[in-house]
């Protein structure tokens, strides 16, 4: 499932990162990897705050597709 489909609050595991290679190079520098842990910490207007390790990141809706848990 993408992750823009994710509740707020939820703890979910990275399953796939898809994409550009350059789309998928720009994630794994902010942190996001494939069996890695993130949640969901708010969504405003079909765009994400989630948290990843220690930090907060904001996804836009696009971005966020890409990312499946």
Do not use: C, W
């Amino acid at each position: 499932m993408p992750l823009n489909y994710a509740s707020t609050g939820e703890t979910l595991t990275v399953k796939r990162i898809g994409g550009t290679p350059e789309v998928k190079k720009h994630l794994e520098n902010l942190g996001f990897r494939v069996g890695g842990e993130i949640s969901v910490v708010t969504t405003l207007n079909g765009n994400l705050i989630v948290k990843v390790k220690e930090s907060r990141i904001a996804l836009s809706d696009t971005l966020a597709q890409k990312i499946a848990v």
